[in-house]
């Protein structure tokens, strides 16, 4: 099985709830590599970007003002299988579907601000690596 590449990131209300550690540390004992990782304030010129399938919905500026309100931590993440495997390790966006052991079944608190994404494809994996570390 080949190496593969996944963008991770944190979102800003992993990072004012003090969770960065006890996250970074469920990754690490999964057994993949963080390669590299930034903190950042983003724009919601590059939110437009990254969201762009959901930019015109009525909810998206709730989402600009959520992932705008603090830093978030941008993570490039290796492994075996690292894009399922780390799907499966955040658990499902929907908080209330996240089992227990899992990110967001452990740490979220809502659906709408729930700690952290994570690619959904080796390919948007490349493409949002390019955009947050590029």
Known sequence: MAVERTYIMLKPDCLKRKLIGKVISKIEEKGY????MKT???SEEILREHYAHIA????FP?????MTSG?????IVEGENVVKGMRILMGPTKFEEACA???RGDYAMSTSENIIHGSDSVENAEIEIKRFFE
Not at 56 to 59: A, I, L, N, V, Y
Not at 71 to 75: G, P, R
């Open 71 to 75: 830093l978030v931590l941008a993570m």
């Open 33 to 36: 590599a963080i390669t590299n």
């Open 101 to 103: 052991g899992t990110i």
């Open 62 to 66: 709730g989402i600009v003002e959520y």
């Open 56 to 59: 015109d919905k009525p909810f």
């Open 40 to 42: 950042m304030n983003l």
